[in-house]
């Protein structure tokens, strides 16, 4: 019976102190409904973003590839990423690069050819997926395929995963 007795105290002193904290002033803190995101280049908004994995090889060459594009030397990187494609034909970093590269020298065509490619063998869902429709989207208007155009725009449309609703 001490114990029981022991406890009771304890819980009354424990209870009791409570009365000595400082009162809460103003009502509840704001909650905002707050969700991380990864934001596009473009300003889509999906929560998956998917790295497939580059031989290390072909990660070198990727990224010799990326310092002549940003020097401006587009042949040598055009020719960087097709040594990496003829080591992993189905790297789709590789093949969106070569697409991109493809479209922004206005040559429609390879560019066309390039991201078909990629949409072929990346990720279904994310940045990666959005971005390799659109250049093939961006390639085919160009070349006047306007219903590889919408459904490449439809497409890219579904590569978008975003945050679902909460209360």
Request: charged share 20%.
């Amino acid at each position: 019976m001490t114990f029981v007795r022991l406890l009771f105290l304890i819980l009354i002193l424990s209870l009791s102190s409570c009365q000595f904290l400082p009162k809460r002033e103003g009502g509840p803190a704001k909650v905002e409904n707050k969700q991380t995101i990864v934001i596009q280049d473009n300003e889509e908004k999906s929560l998956i973003v998917t790295t497939p994995l580059m031989n290390g090889a072909v990660k070198n060459l990727y990224n010799q590839a990326q310092e002549y594009y940003k020097n401006n030397n587009m042949q040598q990187a055009i020719a960087s990423l097709e040594r990496a494609h003829e080591i992993q034909p189905k790297s789709p970093q590789v093949t969106q690069f070569l697409a991109e590269i493809y479209l922004h020298i206005g040559d429609y065509r390879q560019a066309h050819y390039w991201a078909s490619i990629a949409t072929n063998n990346g990720p279904a869902k994310g940045k990666s997926c959005e971005k390799a429709w659109r250049i093939l989207a961006l390639a085919a208007e160009q070349l006047g395929y306007y219903a590889q155009h919408s459904k490449a725009q439809h497409q890219k449309e579904g590569c978008i995963v975003t945050p679902q609703v909460r209360f």
